[in-house]
T-cell receptor, first 114, second 117 residues
Framework: AQSVAQPEDQVNVAEGNPLTVKCTYS??????LFWYVQYPNRGLQFLLK??????LVKGSYGFEAEFNKSQTSFHLKKPSALVSDSALYFC????????????FGQGTTLQVKP | GAVVSQHPSRVICKSGTSVKIECRSL??????MFWYRQFPKQSLMLMAT?????????EQGVEKDKFLINHASLTLSTLTVTSAHPEDSSFYIC?????????????FGSGTQLSVL
């Protein structure tokens, strides 16, 4: 069965500092991995995805994520956090070939303080 | 970019009534639409997958007679919560997807906050 774990309910970081939001996954076969961001009472916005190729994926708003097959991780990173990055972040996985059906992690609240 | 419109954004209803939520893909034809439910500060739980012109596939534990899904066209899917009860209060999000050569795309609606009194 597919699953995604985000071990941290909340991550606090000061503006200008680097941030990391952790995600590990479990899936049979080749994983498709995604990061989404959600602002209060809004839908999800796509940040980035990994399907194949370079393990370092660059996405929207300066975010990037590194696919690590041996550690089954796909941590989200940004070199310099902004207050406006404060939101709820979801990691998701889809088994390759299973169109669109995403399994989401429990979400991590990112709080960036000025 | 592609837009998925979800309406209404917020609805308050009395217990026992039915509520319909619409999900429209505005500038593309969605071969597949998904309905999710989200409780406060929790993850999105997939409720069902619908393909245009066929019956929806419900996830385990989701009552298909209570959450009626219709995907009558390639641009519209509806979720009807029948005989709503306070425990149905939640944030409902739809997503719509399509395939293009070598890639699959998925877009999310802005969500509907349902409050059942």
């Amino acid at each position: 069965a597919q699953s995604v774990a985000q071990p941290e309910d909340q991550v606090n970081v000061a503006e200008g500092n680097p941030l990391t939001v952790k995600c590990t996954y479990s899936v049979s076969g080749n994983p498709y991995l995604f990061w989404y961001v959600q602002y209060p009472n809004r839908g999800l916005q796509f940040l980035l995805k990994y399907i194949t190729g370079d393990n370092l994926v660059k996405g929207s708003y300066g975010f990037e994520a590194e696919f690590n097959k041996s550690q089954t991780s796909f941590h989200l990173k940004k070199p310099s956090a902004l207050v406006s990055d404060s939101a709820l972040y979801f990691c998701a996985v889809r088994r390759g070939g299973n169109t669109g059906k995403l399994i989401f992690g429990q979400g991590t609240t990112l709080q960036v303080k000025p | 970019g592609a837009v998925v419109s979800q309406h209404p954004s917020r609805v308050i209803c009395k217990s026992g009534t039915s509520v319909k939520i619409e999900c429209r893909s505005l500038d593309f034809q969605a071969t597949t639409m998904f309905w999710y439910r989200q409780f406060p500060k929790q993850s999105l739980m997939l409720m069902a997958t619908s393909n245009e012109g066929s019956k929806a596939t419900y996830e385990q534990g989701v009552e298909k007679d209570k959450f009626l899904i219709n995907h009558a066209s390639l641009t519209l899917s509806t979720l009807t919560v029948t005989s709503a009860h306070p425990e149905d209060s939640s944030f409902y999000i739809c997503s719509a997807g399509f395939r293009e050569v070598g890639n699959e795309k998925l877009f999310f609606g802005s969500g509907t906050q349902l409050s059942v009194l």
